[in-house]
């Protein structure tokens, strides 16, 4: 084979940013580039063994699937080295050269926006994989050959300016990771140091990790790790930290899981399972890749990602399922009609919503503080007596995946009922998240329903001039400003028999005495004239114009009728290019406001025609940006604030 010269490349866009992110503020955790390695190399051989099992000419027979770290004490060299699937030239240059992960692009942009380059957890929520070699290399050379390749490459860089790849020399299919240490690094040369490593990091990989000892003059290989899978090994047998571990070995996450749980089904189906939540939402959450869960047959490595196992709604689940009733050679298709594989994901959705049920349960709980407590987790509860912090699991889990389980309600009849009582929500109540369960417990007995607010934010939903009467009346009300909720409440319509109830959509029927209908018949009755003028004025904008009972401190709303959108919802369907069509609404007026006192007044005066119009505009407008839309006229609105300023002022 004749030599190819060697090829200079340089980085991908953003892969030398990335890099010095990454070595910079990870330098003081830098002995993480073991698992991280041994991660790769573990998925490396979890691909060979998946694909041997339809090629057996793959491996030799006998032939062990091992990763095995040497040191060279005189080179100053560690090396990593798997006889897994390997690299073909092309893949070296695209794996180890572009920014093959897409979050790359929005940590950057997450990070700058933070103005921050140092912050643990975004970096977390990243992964560092294989660039993590230059936390302790000044120099990394991977020297791969494919398995399905005759030829050998040498990829090679310093990370500071793109990188080599050459034509090489390798015995077998296989990747070899030689790390060139730096001057300071060279405590990873010592075998017990590595070794500590290997144990305390990737004791759980399924396949040895192997080093040389030299003994009698003859190189002896032996295993460093318990080598066999985790959650094959009983509960009893695994501590906390190995199931933290293997987590981040799993989802290539920096920050601990938030929770996990490990089952076994016996019966018709058996199967293990260990799945995890994640404390962090990764930045492509939304992007509806679904790479939860690996599924392994009777402890064979089958598939990444299996999204036959995971509903889109629970993507944020990380985990293993090891079957040991599907057929080893199953494809992608025959798990798309397999009823086994149905039996399975019903598992992983009623163990994963078993979970979140007991975290939901958990409440708050006082925790040690951990040194990595960063400023944001910090926020989530206050320092309780000295180094002991309040924790609530499941609000944590809420924050991050909660607009994620909403989706559930929409898509899976079958566990509406059991997400409805995981869904939390701020309320007027103002202390924190509540759950329908709890808001229902604390309705007054003549309460007709649950109320709820819809808007861009906590912030609009909490000055809704909607739901003051409610305020009033001591009825509480949710603020919804998640864009999903609009689907929520449509899907649920109702939660433990209690009429889900829009406080700003058709006439509140609220409770009243004798003596307070009267009261608010009579006040109707007294503005008659001025929502017949106001109705005049304002005629191309709405279809109606009445008395209300919702409001207190405000003029006057707008409301819709009951099978209308809300304007929040009409906002996010216009936002996606839908043509919503012009809705006309109601506009309600406070009769107890000294300015709705005011316009009757003009009402009563046929000379004040023109000033009551304007009036009634500037009405309209204030609602409509009360609620966080913009008046159609903004000059118009504008122009008119102005004269009324310039009336104050006697001008
Ligand atoms: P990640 O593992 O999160 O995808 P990495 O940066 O660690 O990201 O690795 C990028 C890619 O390089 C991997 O997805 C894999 O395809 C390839 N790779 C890394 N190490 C090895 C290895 N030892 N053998 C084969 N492929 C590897």
Not at 99 to 128: C, H, P, T, Y
Not at 460 to 467: A, F, I, K
Request: hydrophobic share 35%.
């Amino acid at each position: 084979m004749a030599t190819s010269p060697v090829e200079k490349q340089a980085f991908a866009a953003e892969v030398d940013q990335v890099l010095s992110i990454v070595v910079n503020s990870l330098y003081s955790h830098k002995e993480v580039f073991l698992r991280e390695l041994i991660s790769n190399a573990s998925d490396a051989l979890d691909k060979l063994a998946f694909e041997a099992l339809t090629d057996h000419a793959l491996v030799a027979k006998g032939e062990e699937l091992r990763i095995e770290i040497e040191a060279d004490e005189k080179q100053k060299t560690l090396t990593i080295r798997d006889n897994g699937i390997g690299m073909t030239r092309e893949e070296l240059t695209r794996n180890l050269g572009t920014i093959a992960r897409s979050g790359s692009r929005e940590l950057m942009a997450a990070l700058r926006q933070k103005g921050d380059d140092k912050n643990l957890s975004l970096i977390g929520q990243f992964g560092v994989g294989f660039y993590s070699a230059f936390l302790v290399a000044d120099r990394v050379s991977v020297v791969s050959r494919s398995a399905r390749s005759e030829e050998s490459w040498r990829w090679e860089s310093e990370a500071k300016d793109g990188f080599t790849i050459e034509s090489a020399q390798r015995d077998g299919r296989g990747t070899d990771i030689v790390l060139h240490l730096k001057e300071d690094c060279a405590e990873y040369l010592q075998a017990w140091q590595l070794q500590n490593l290997v144990r305390k990091y990737s004791d759980y990989v399924r396949h040895p990790i192997r080093m040389p000892r030299q003994k009698d003059g003859k190189t002896e290989w032996d295993t460093v790790n318990q080598a066999n899978a985790l959650w094959t090994r009983s509960k009893a047998d695994i501590g906390d930290e190995q199931y933290r571990e293997f987590y981040r070995h799993l989802a290539h996450d920096w920050t601990d899981p938030l929770a996990w749980t490990h089952f076994r089904v016996e019966g018709t189906q058996s199967l293990t399972g260990l799945l995890f939540l994640p404390s962090k939402a990764p930045l492509d959450l939304f992007e509806r890749k679904n790479k939860g869960v690996r599924l392994f047959v009777k402890r064979v490595f089958i598939m990444e990602d299996c999204q036959e196992l995971l509903p889109e709604w629970l993507r944020f689940v990380r985990g293993v399922v090891d079957s040991e009733d599907l057929p080893l050679n199953v494809s992608r298709e025959i798990l798309q009609q397999d009823r086994v594989t149905r039996q399975i994901r019903k598992q992983v959705v009623k163990k994963t919503l078993t979970l979140l049920e007991e975290l939901a349960k958990e409440g708050t709980t006082l925790v040690p503080r951990s040194p990595d407590d960063d400023e944001d987790d910090k926020d989530a509860g206050d320092a309780a007596a000295g180094d002991q912090v309040e924790r609530n699991r499941y609000e944590e889990f809420w924050r991050n995946f909660g607009t994620v389980l909403k989706e559930g309600i929409h898509v899976e009849q079958e566990h509406k009922t059991d997400i409805a009582q995981l869904l939390r929500y701020e309320s007027t109540r103002e202390s924190g998240l509540t759950s329908l369960h709890d808001y229902v417990a604390r309705m007054p007995q003549d309460q007709p329903g649950i109320y709820y607010v819809t808007g861009d934010s906590i912030e609009t939903c909490r000055r809704c001039p909607q739901l003051e009467g409610l305020r009033k009346k001591g009825y509480e009300v949710l603020y919804m400003a998640d864009p999903v909720d609009e689907w929520v409440v449509r899907d649920l319509a109702e939660f433990e028999e209690k009429k889900l109830i829009d406080a700003s959509k058709g006439a509140l029927d609220l409770p009243e005495s004798d003596a307070e209908k009267e009261a608010r018949e009579a006040k109707a009755a007294e503005l008659g004239d001025l929502l017949g003028a106001v109705k005049a004025s304002l005629e191309d904008v709405v279809k109606d114009v009445r008395s209300s009972n919702r409001l207190a401190e405000s003029p006057a709303c707008l409301v819709g009728d009951e099978g209308d959108l809300s304007p929040h919802l009409e906002r996010i369907l216009r936002a996606h290019g839908q043509a919503v069509p012009e809705q006309k609404r109601i506009l309600e007026l406070n009769p107890d406001h000294p300015i709705v006192k005011a316009m009757q007044g003009m009402a009563a005066d046929a000379g004040r025609t023109q000033e009551l119009g304007e009036w009634s505009h500037l009405l309209y407008d204030q609602a409509m940006l009360a609620e966080g839309t913009l008046p159609k006229d903004p000059s118009g609105f504008a122009r008119r604030i102005a004269e009324l300023m310039q009336k104050v002022v006697g001008r």
